[in-house]
Nanobody, 126 residues
Framework: VQLQASGGGLVQPGGSLKLSCKPSGFTIDHYAVGWFRQAPGKEREGVSCINAINNITDYADSVKGRFTISRDSAKNMVYLHMNNLKPEDTAVYYC????????????????????WGQGTLVTVSS
């Protein structure tokens, strides 16, 4: 199982970015997908998750109201739309999925998701 995150870059505070998550060799519709991030010197943080049943979403308090996770079944992709970015959002962002059942659900995603790819770097700076 492999998921590739892309779309990172340098953006000014208050700006926006859209990250993309592309699975390799499977249909992402059947799985919950989570976004995590890791800033230099900090622990990895679960940012958001979207389940595979009815696309119910979950967000960390630090990004609520600014980030939106979505799924495009036709393109077999998951996205993370990031608005009003802050310097503290600077991190490497990863998209991951469940390593054990229930594969379709976001419950306990912060401890149950994995298959870490290379991630994509987001830098928020003026």
């Amino acid at each position: 199982v492999q998921l590739q995150a892309s779309g990172g870059g340098l953006v000014q505070p208050g700006g926006s970015l859209k990250l993309s998550c592309k699975p390799s060799g499977f249909t992402i519709d059947h799985y919950a997908v989570g976004w995590f991030r890791q800033a230099p010197g900090k622990e990895r943080e679960g940012v958001s998750c979207i389940n595979a049943i009815n696309n119910i979403t979950d967000y960390a308090d630090s990004v609520k109201g600014r980030f939106t996770i979505s799924r495009d079944s036709a393109k077999n992709m998951v996205y993370l739309h990031m608005n009003n970015l802050k310097p503290e959002d600077t991190a490497v962002y990863y998209c991951v999925t469940a390593t054990r059942p229930p594969y379709y659900d976001c419950s306990t995603y912060k401890s149950r998701f994995g298959f870490w790819g290379q991630g994509t770097l987001v830098t928020v700076s003026s």
